[in-house]
């Protein structure tokens, strides 16, 4: 009697059962971390601005090292995040500027290359803010030194918390362009969840009881863990979320001077500003 050849299928069923992500994994985490206070080692050492300053230009004097961003664990590809402090805090509102870069972090003399900035254009806010009226139309720009496009992160009208949207513009001819929400979750606070055409793609989390301010971002999609514009464009934004409320409050006043027929009020935008607004097919004289 031939003996029974046994079946291969169970464990080719386990075997593909373990190699797939269950639904709902997440695929990339991302960790935006501002410190409570000054006093860290990434800060330590009297020279350490100047160290990242000689490596790159984006690093100027009004930066001052603030957090840190790290991915899925990974401490030596660690970002630190840098923003003009004291540019944000001038006692004169409408001459406030907010501009966040990171930067890989340096060790043994390695590192300190500018990885990507988050900046509130104030321009594009006042122009946003005019158009839906009801809420300060926070616009933020990414800038991200891999890719050819700048990319506007736009705050949209919601009847309650804030909504925001952002593209991924084609970088490539042929390629589709897609947008993506950024929808405010109820509750205190700032929580988010970023969706495409409804599907859900990432969670955008606050820790509440984080003193400095930390957020933790998870990606849900595969394809789009592995876009490096969309995985630095959320992590900037998260960045950003430090900020958003003192934003809504600077945009909010200034725009109420602005709009006001009665006031003498007159915003000029400053020179950095106007450039983001250039036209490239502008023929030159």
Request: a positive charge.
């Amino acid at each position: 009697m031939a003996k029974k050849k046994k079946s291969t299928e169970p464990a080719k069923k386990a075997k593909k059962a373990e190699s797939e992500k269950p639904s709902g994994a997440v695929y990339k985490c991302i960790e935006v971390d501002y410190w409570r206070t000054s006093a860290h080692s990434e800060e330590l050492g009297i020279h350490k601005g100047l160290k990242y300053s000689a490596k790159s230009r984006y690093f100027t004097d009004s930066f001052d090292i603030e957090g840190t961003i790290v991915i899925d664990g990974d401490e030596s590809k660690k970002e630190v995040i840098a923003y003009n402090e004291k540019d944000w805090e001038d006692p004169d509102f409408a001459k406030r500027a907010l501009k966040v870069r990171t930067f890989s972090a340096m060790h043994e003399g390695k590192g300190g290359n500018f990885q990507g900035g988050v900046e509130l254009s104030i321009t594009d806010s006042l122009i946003q803010t005019y158009h839906i009226k009801e809420d300060p139309g926070i616009v933020l720009v990414i800038n991200l030194p891999q890719t050819k496009n700048l990319v506007r992160i736009t705050r949209s009208r919601r009847l309650k918390g804030w909504k925001f949207a952002f593209p991924l513009i084609p970088e490539k001819s042929g390629e589709p362009l897609r947008m993506f929400e950024i929808r405010g979750k109820v509750g205190l606070g700032l929580d988010f969840e970023v969706t495409e055409k409804e599907r859900k793609i990432a969670n955008i989390d606050g820790k509440k009881l984080n003193i400095g301010g930390k957020w933790e971002i998870e990606i849900f999609d595969e394809e789009l863990s592995d876009n490096k514009a969309f995985v630095k464009t959320l992590a900037l934004f998260g960045c950003a979320c430090k900020f958003l409320e003192d934003c809504e409050k600077l945009i909010k006043e200034i725009f109420k001077k602005f709009d006001d027929p009665k006031s003498d009020f007159k915003f000029v935008p400053d020179k950095q500003e106007l450039d983001l607004f250039k036209n490239p097919r502008r023929l030159k004289a």
